[in-house]
Antibody, heavy 116, light 105 residues
Framework: QVNVVESGGGLVRPGGSLRLSCAAS????????MNWVRQSPEKGLEWLSH????????YYADSVKGRFTISRDNARNFVYLDMSRLRADDTAIYYC?????????WGRGTLVSVSS | DIQLTQSPSSLSASVGDRVTITCQAS??????LHWYQQRPGEAPRLLIY???GLQRGVPSRFSGSGSATKFTLTISSLQPEDFATYYC????????FGQGSRVEV
């Protein structure tokens, strides 16, 4: 069964760091582009970052460029999002999603709360 | 950035109704517009890709149309499981989502 499962969310103080993980299964991971998308009541759904199948190309939304880094491990079928200099407005549910243009597989998300 | 404006933001409907949601883009998308359904507590689910392509496993009562800057999602006969929030998303230039359209009883 095609599936992605996020983990690593939690409560972090402003200025802190966090690593999110996404475990993929049920499909040939190395063939697919992967993304991180977040959702908050204030901003709605917001695409954050994309990584190509080989991991050689990464793209970021302006809101996270320079603070977040996407990476992948094709041997273990994982995608990661390293987040630093976190701010209160980074509080959201973070989703891992498969796809280049449309996102056809989503995880259930992991909650990140940034608060002192 | 490309802005997507959905209308209506919310609507009341009944089972069996025909429902239409519109997504207006701030510039032409060359067809790179996709639709998602999100039920409470769940992740978004892809319904329609590239304006009119029906995603595998999605019931045929869902359809998409449109071009350039105006796109439409239609549910031909609303079912109880269709009460949810619907989002459009563009992939022509980076990726952005609309603000959502809530379909409620």
């Amino acid at each position: 069964q095609v599936n992605v499962v996020e983990s690593g969310g939690g409560l972090v103080r402003p200025g802190g760091s966090l690593r999110l993980s996404c475990a993929a299964s049920g499909f040939t991971f190395i063939n697919y582009n992967m993304n991180w998308v977040r959702q908050s009541p204030e901003k709605g759904l917001e695409w954050l970052s994309h990584i190509s199948p080989s991991g050689s190309n990464m793209y970021y939304a302006d809101s996270v460029k320079g603070r977040f880094t996407i990476s992948r491990d094709n041997a273990r079928n994982f995608v990661y999002l390293d987040m630093s200099r976190l701010r209160a407005d980074d509080t959201a549910i973070y989703y891992c999603a498969r796809g280049l243009d449309a996102f056809d597989v989503w995880g259930r998300g992991t909650l990140v709360s940034v608060s002192s | 950035d490309i802005q997507l404006t959905q209308s209506p933001s919310s609507l009341s409907a009944s089972v069996g109704d025909r429902v239409t949601i519109t997504c207006q883009a701030s510039q032409s998308l060359n067809g790179h517009l996709h639709w998602y359904q999100q039920r409470p507590g769940e992740a978004p689910r892809l319904l329609i890709y590239e304006a009119s392509g029906l995603q595998r496993g999605v019931p045929s009562r869902f359809s998409g149309s449109g071009s350039a800057t105006k796109f439409t999602l239609t549910i031909s006969s609303l079912q109880p499981e269709d009460f949810a929030t619907y989002y459009c998303q563009q992939s022509y230039n980076s990726k952005t989502f609309g603000q959502g359209s809530r379909v409620e009883v």
